[in-house]
Every structure is written in structure tokens, then in C-alpha cells.
Nanobody, 119 residues
Framework: QVQLVESGGGLVQAGGSLRLSCAAS????????MAWFRQAPGKERNIVAT????????NYVDSLKGRFTISRDNAKNTMYLQMNSLKPEDTAVYYC????????????WGQGTQVTVSS
């Protein structure tokens, strides 16, 4: 099992920045990739960005490229999401997730952290 705990959410004004963290514990050696998802009120949960745990290769939703940066620190078993130039439409609960190499779906999820961007 892998446990994931997000932190770093909060209230920020439009144009501001936040950095989310996701600390992994447990059988972290089994992690192949991690990702950030977000879910706005009344909407589906959507992927934001992914990162390969060993190589560090990243992928982003096109609409967020240039504003959001995903990264990880293997020594700390922690993944990050740096969010800049935030907009009110970025308001959502942000979740981190991890999957094993043998999985096509994400196996483990954090509890989510609220990000609210005021106009």
C-alpha cells in the first residue's frame, strides 16, 4: 500500500501562486508514475499533469502548460505542483495519485486539498 497526503492548498488572489505537495509513504518503491488531478464544484475530476517517478518525464494538459509545473523529489518521496498566474477557474480540489507499473489506472489517491482563487 501507498499513502498519499497533499498539502499547500489555500485561498489566493488571481495572479498569485501556490505550491502543492504530495508526500508518499509506505511501499513507495512500487510507484511507477504520479499525477495531479483536480475537481471543480459540480464537475468531473480531470487530470492536470503526470510525472514518471524514476525518469522525471512529465506531461501536462495543454491548457495548463506554462502556468503549472509538476516535479518530484525522490529522496523525500514527495511530488509538487507549482501553480503560477492562478485564475478563478483554477478553483478546485486538487488530488494527487500514484500508480504501479502494472496498472493502467491510478491505484492510490490522496484526500485532496482545496485551492480557491479569488477574483
Amino acid at each position: 500500500q501507498v499513502q498519499l497526503v497533499e498539502s499547500g492548498g489555500g485561498l489566493v488572489q488571481a495572479g498569485g501562486s501556490l505550491r502543492l505537495s504530495c508526500a508518499a509513504s509506505g511501499r513507495t518503491f512500487s510507484i511507477y508514475a504520479m499525477a495531479w488531478f483536480r475537481q471543480a464544484p459540480g464537475k468531473e475530476r480531470n487530470i492536470v499533469a503526470t510525472i514518471n517517478w524514476s525518469s522525471g518525464n512529465t506531461n501536462y494538459v495543454d491548457s495548463l502548460k506554462g502556468r503549472f509545473t509538476i516535479s518530484r523529489d525522490n529522496a523525500k518521496n514527495t511530488m509538487y505542483l507549482q501553480m503560477n498566474s492562478l485564475k478563478p477557474e483554477d478553483t478546485a480540489v486538487y488530488y494527487c495519485a500514484a500508480r504501479k507499473g502494472s496498472s493502467r489506472m491510478y491505484d492510490y489517491w490522496g484526500q485532496g486539498t482545496q485551492v480557491t482563487v479569488s477574483s
